[in-house]
Nanobody
Framework: QVQLVESGGGLVQPGGSLRLSCAASGLRFMFYAMAWYRQAPGNQRELVAGITVGRSTNYADSVKGRFTISRDNAKNTVYLQMNSLKPEDTAVYYC?????????WGQGTQVTVSS
C-alpha cells in the first residue's frame, strides 16, 4: 500500500520559513518524480514545485527564488524549503508521486502565513 505522509506545516508570520517533508512508503521512490501542490480555499490545486528522477526541478513563478524542492532517495523523502513566506502562500500543501503509470497523493498539510 502506497502512503505519502506530509509534515512540517503550521502557522508562520510573513517573512518566515517552513520546511515541509513528505515521507513515501510502498513504492520504489527513486523511480518516481515528486512534486508539491497547494490548494487555497476557493482555488484550484496548483503545482508549486517538482523534482524529477534525475533531480531536475521546476517551480511556479510565484515561488521562484523563495522555495526549494529536494529529495533524499535514501530516506524516501521529498522536502520543500519555503522562505520569505507571504500571506498568499496560505494553503493546504499536498505531496505527489508520479511515474506516469501511477499517481499518488498525500493527505495534505496546512500552511498558514499570518501576523
Amino acid at each position: 500500500q502506497v502512503q505519502l505522509v506530509e509534515s512540517g506545516g503550521g502557522l508562520v508570520q510573513p517573512g518566515g520559513s517552513l520546511r515541509l517533508s513528505c515521507a513515501a512508503s510502498g513504492l520504489r521512490f527513486m523511480f518516481y518524480a515528486m512534486a508539491w501542490y497547494r490548494q487555497a480555499p476557493g482555488n484550484q490545486r496548483e503545482l508549486v514545485a517538482g523534482i524529477t528522477v534525475g533531480r531536475s526541478t521546476n517551480y511556479a513563478d510565484s515561488v521562484k527564488g523563495r522555495f526549494t524542492i529536494s529529495r533524499d532517495n535514501a530516506k524516501n523523502t521529498v522536502y520543500l524549503q519555503m522562505n520569505s513566506l507571504k500571506p498568499e502562500d496560505t494553503a493546504v500543501y499536498y505531496c505527489n508521486a508520479d511515474n506516469r503509470a501511477n499517481r499518488y497523493w498525500g493527505q495534505g498539510t496546512q500552511v498558514t502565513v499570518s501576523s
